[in-house]
């Protein structure tokens, strides 16, 4: 099977129906330039007209004067005669042809093609199936499906220092499953892969053994490697000529610096692509049956990261407040907010590690939400849910009869001290 480049090269379609319009349109998107030969043409082709991007003969084919200066040639008249005629006299001047009509045929076929788009360009695959279209069709979408998933091994085999690219993938809470598909497909082009301590770290066992993890989660208490090191990190390996996933937890542009690290890659003219994320200012709520907002309780909503913003926020139980990086300060949080207006009854939540394994919701009305969590040792990472919408969660129907008691069951956590810092101490660093 061979390759061609028709950019910029003569094909010339005779016929006009459905079959041409699909075969000229891709070989238009492919830079070729094509002249179409039929007294009528299709919706979709007369369009291709208008926009200047396709010549058209309107007459039938009239013999091989009309096949003069091509490259190739595309037969697809739904007529067999006319489409055998085509094709005989394209051979007789040695022009290359794709009969429509009896496409095992032809001189020359078209194969089912895949196609997923990669920062180094797109990775193709054609598939031939001895002379059974839809055979190929079917093998075609099975590699498709792979290619979309990142299931195969996409990296450049020839990498040249200066062509390296970054790519700023949100990873979504953690979950394998809420990772999106062209955050795989990335990864599956990946040389070096920079992770989060909160990203879908799972799929990193997946990585072919030579991709190399540069691991700058941070713990918390630990010392977190700098944004500016980070951003460093990213636009080096760049510029070695490296393929760079920043592997990051929920979604980059939601309190997540990833527009300080884009920026950073453009500064050093590093191409770079940002990849939305499921983030866990909503995931997170939503995983403990919680909807950010919802007709008749909540219509908008605020994702804020502590104390500091609170007195500008509206006050209504029907606003949700969703507090990231928020368990270290809580209590000064929920004080901030009762001090601005917010009622001390208003319901809330603590869910911590959210569609991870050990999910756990802790439900109080706000004015007893930070003596709750401390009782069960509430820990990052965690999302703080404020407002009515926190009556949707199961637990808190569940929790409702014990919300104004004292605490009910003494949970794993709390049993041992060493595990939770009381909040009333000094903020550790809190997870980004
Ligand atoms: N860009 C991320 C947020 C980064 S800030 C996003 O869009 O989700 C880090 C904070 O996110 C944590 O402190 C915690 O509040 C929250 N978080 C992230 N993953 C979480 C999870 N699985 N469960 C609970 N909270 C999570």
Not at 147 to 153: P, V
Not at 180 to 198: E, F, H, K, P
Not at 362 to 372: H, I, P, Q, S, Y
Request: charged share 20%.
């Amino acid at each position: 099977m061979l390759g061609l480049d028709l950019t910029d090269k003569l094909v010339v379609a005779v016929g006009g129906g459905p079959v041409s319009t699909g075969r000229v349109g891709d070989l238009v998107a492919r830079g070729a330039r094509v002249r179409v030969i039929s007294p009528q043409l299709s919706a979709g082709l007369h369009e291709l007209v208008d926009a200047g991007r396709l010549d058209w003969v309107a007459r039938p084919y009239a013999g091989p004067p009309d096949l003069l200066d091509a490259w190739l040639v595309h037969t697809a008249t739904g007529d067999g005669a006319v489409d055998g005629a085509v094709a005989a006299d394209a051979t007789t001047y040695r022009i290359w042809c794709i009969n429509a009509s009896a496409a095992d045929e032809g001189t020359a076929r078209t194969p089912a093609r895949a196609s997923v788009p990669t920062p180094d360009g797109p990775v193709e695959v054609a598939v031939t199936a001895s002379g059974d279209p839809r055979r190929a069709g079917a093998v075609r979408r099975q590699i498709e499906a792979s290619l979309s998933r990142g299931d195969m091994d996409l990296r450049r085999r020839r990498a040249r220092p200066g062509t390296g690219w970054v790519a700023l993938v949100g990873g979504g809470p953690g979950a394998e499953g809420l990772l999106t598909l062209r955050g795989r497909q990335l990864l599956a082009c990946a040389d070096v892969v920079v992770v989060d301590r909160l990203a879908p770290r799972g799929v990193l066992a997946q990585l072919p053994e030579d991709v190399r993890v540069v691991d700058v989660g941070k713990d918390v208490g630990f010392h977190a490697v700098p944004q500016e090191r980070i951003n460093q990190i990213l636009v080096d390996e760049a510029l070695a000529g490296h393929g760079v996933v920043r592997l990051k937890g929920g979604d980059p542009y939601v309190l997540g610096r990833g527009g300080e690290e884009r920026l950073a890659c453009e500064a050093a003219a590093v191409p770079v692509e940002v990849v939305a994320g499921v983030t866990s200012a909503i995931s997170v709520p939503a995983a403990a049956g919680i909807p950010v907002t919802h007709r008749g309780l909540a219509r908008s909503f605020t994702v804020v990261t502590g104390h500091d913003q609170v007195p500008s926020l509206p006050t209504g139980a029907d606003h949700t407040l969703v507090v990231l990086m928020g368990v270290a300060r809580l209590r000064d949080t929920v004080a901030a907010m009762i001090a601005a207006g917010r009622s001390a009854d208003c319901p809330a939540a603590v869910v911590e590690r959210g569609l991870l394994p050990g999910q756990r919701t802790t439900v109080a009305k706000l004015g007893e939400l930070a003596d709750r969590a401390a009782e069960v040792g509430a820990r990052s990472p965690a999302v703080v849910v404020i407002g009515s919408v926190v009556t949707m969660a199961p637990e808190w129907s569940r929790q409702a009869s014990s919300l104004s008691s004292t605490v009910s069951s003494p949970s794993p956590l709390s049993s041992n001290p060493g595990s939770a810092p009381p909040l009333s101490a000094p903020a550790p660093p809190e997870d980004r």
